[in-house]
């Protein structure tokens, strides 16, 4: 399995830009399909935003669709989520997660085998 650490959680205020950034190791990233994946306490892990392996294609949820910004860098092993306009519901602990490329890019956290452990991004009001 790839490992992945995902680094760029902070506290920022409403409005404000942020970028995070996951990192894998252990194996290619050209290998998998890749998301992000957002969690608050006590809620289920809500989906995103998803790249395939080659960065052709990209889904986003309906909640951060034109504000987030989904990319990868397969030679860096690095996968990058723009976050812009952030808004105080965006508030979660954020999580990278990979998968086998695939024929269709899963947006379902149960499509995914790696995860990273998450980095938290707050947004005061």
């Known amino acids: 399995q790839v490992q992945l650490v995902e680094s760029g959680g902070g506290l920022v205020q409403a409005g404000d830009s942020l970028s995070l950034s996951c990192t894998a190791s252990?194996?290619?990233?050209?290998?998998?399909?890749l998301g992000w994946f957002r969690q608050v306490p006590g809620k289920e892990r809500e989906f995103v935003s998803a790249?395939?392996?080659?960065?052709?294609?990209?889904y986003y949820a309906d909640s951060v669709k034109g504000r987030f910004f989904i990319s990868r860098d397969n030679v860096k092993n690095t996968m990058y989520l723009q976050m812009n306009s952030l808004k105080p519901e965006d508030t979660a602990i954020y999580y990278c997660?990979?998968?086998?490329?695939?024929?269709?890019?899963?947006?379902?956290?149960?499509?995914?085998?790696?995860w990273g452990r998450g980095t938290r991004v707050t947004v005061s009001s």
């Open positions: 252990g194996r290619t990233l050209s290998s998998y399909d």
């Open positions: 790249i395939g392996w080659s960065g052709g294609t990209t």
């Open positions: 997660a990979a998968r086998s490329r695939a024929w269709v890019v899963s947006r379902i956290s149960t499509g995914y085998d790696s």
